[in-house]
């Protein structure tokens, strides 16, 4: 099935029933025809927030951009969520300290993790580059534990690599 947003054609969202690999594979495609003729920042960010919460029915899926040296939650999709983040602080704010994905298969075992919902079991936080730094986070929440392995890493980062071309 084909979408048509506002008279641009992306591919449907991915069918759950396809590999992860497919399915991050078919997720990319529709991201990039989806943020390729826009140039609103919000706007990029808000469909792409809500393109991924849909693919994976995640129980979070959503922005953290870093202003006035903390994090500050930005189009996301999913239950309400924290306002502000601190360097180092949460599985957000350590991605942010150390530059690097993490994935937390417990966030019940993570030191410091930081619980907007009571909901989310585990989390994976992708740091989102520009010029070499580090300017947010992308953030996925799960209502699992241990739902997200090394393949979700690799298609995550890729996402974001789409994402940061966006940045201008």
């Given amino acids: 099935m084909t979408y048509y947003l506002c ?16 399915r991050y594979l078919q ?3 529709s991201l990039q ?10 706007s990029n960010m808000a469909n792409a ?4 919460f849909h693919a994976f029915e995640f129980h979070w899926v959503g922005f953290y951009w870093v202003k006035e040296h903390q994090l500050v939650l930005g189009p996301f999709q999913g239950p309400v969520a924290c306002t502000r983040i601190q360097k180092g602080k949460g599985v957000c704010g350590t991605a942010w300290e150390n530059a690097k994905s993490i994935m937390v298969p417990d966030v019940s075992q993570f030191p410091g993790h930081i619980a907007c919902s ?14 070499n730094e580090v ?12 739902d997200f392995d090394e393949e979700d890493v690799v298609g995550m980062e890729k996402l974001v690599q789409i994402i940061e071309t966006t940045l201008i």
């Fill in 33 to 42: 025809g989806l943020l390729e003729n826009e140039t609103d920042f919000v």
């Fill in 49 to 52: 927030a809500a393109l991924i």
């Fill in 135 to 146: 300017i947010g986070v992308m953030d996925i929440d799960s209502a699992y534990l241990n």
């Fill in 118 to 131: 009571a909901l989310s079991q585990s989390e994976l936080v992708i740091p989102i580059f520009k010029n």
């Fill in 27 to 29: 997720l990319s495609q």
């Fill in 7 to 22: 008279c641009m054609e992306i591919s449907s969202i991915p069918n759950p029933t396809l590999p992860k690999k497919e």
